[in-house]
């Protein structure tokens, strides 16, 4: 299986501020990977997929990047709806498709 | 609008059994894999698997081989997740999903761009 690497598990921020969240593979993977997000009590929301490419409606001060094993997810300029829990997940069909830990993105 | 409605919250005991269902609207349900993705409380996301529902053809992960089943009926479009004998370790928030698939030379990726509302499976004695 892959593995994918989250950091940090969680991250204090001001709205505002800009915040980086970083994703590993244990092997390389190109760009095939997705972020989400996941509000309380909500369903997860996809967010970005091919590492880079936003989903429909999404913000732009979200963006994505990286190739290989390393990716990281930004947000520009922290949004009160942006506090949430972050995942990536790689999407190769050598299954299973496997998911980060999350890392959670809390109000400062 | 595309849509995945998910079957209401279940309280079972251990060693019951049970299925929870998946609808799918506002899409053609027969040419995208549906899957299912387990949340424990507080924890993280799980991929458990999919079905294509236009063949059946189903994929499990390795950690959830042989103790779920995977189902679709595309004549109402569809979706199950069953257990033959239920475990406390079940309880757990289980999210239906849709995978789009992008096709590429060696390997088609996979992502999932449509999630249920979720169901609550709560196995208590």
């Known amino acids: 299986d892959i593995q994918m690497t989250q950091s940090p598990s969680s991250v204090s921020a001001s709205v505002g501020e800009r915040v980086s969240i970083t994703c590993r593979a244990s092997?390389?993977?190109?760009?095939?990977l997705a972020w989400y997000q996941q509000k309380p009590g909500k369903a997860p929301k996809l967010l970005i997929y091919?590492?880079?490419t936003l989903q429909s409606g999404v913000p732009s001060r979200l963006s994505g990047s990286g190739s290989g094993t390393d990716f990281t997810l930004t947000i520009s300029s922290l949004q009160p709806e942006d506090f949430a829990t972050y995942y990536c997940?790689?999407?190769?069909?050598?299954?299973?498709?496997?998911f980060g830990g999350g890392t959670k993105v809390e109000i400062k | 609008e595309v849509q995945l409605v998910q079957s209401g919250a279940e309280v079972k005991k251990p060693g019951e059994s049970l299925k929870i269902s998946c609808k799918g609207s506002?899409?053609?349900?027969?040419?995208?894999?549906i899957g299912w993705v387990r949340q424990m409380p507080g924890k993280g996301l799980e991929w458990m698997g999919i079905i294509y529902p236009g063949d059946s053809d189903t994929r499990y992960s390795p950690s959830f081989q042989g103790q779920v089943t995977i189902s679709a009926d595309k004549s109402i479009n569809t979706a199950y997740l069953q257990w033959s004998s239920l475990k406390a370790s079940d309880t757990a928030m289980y999210y239906c999903v849709r995978h789009e698939v992008v096709p590429a030379a060696i390997q088609d990726h996979y992502y999932m761009d449509v999630w249920g509302k979720g169901t609550t499976v709560t196995v208590s004695s």
């Open positions: 092997q390389e993977i190109s760009n095939w």
């Open positions: 091919a590492a880079s």
């Open positions: 997940q790689q999407t190769n069909s050598f299954f299973p498709l496997t």
């Open positions: 506002g899409y053609s349900f027969t040419t995208y894999w």
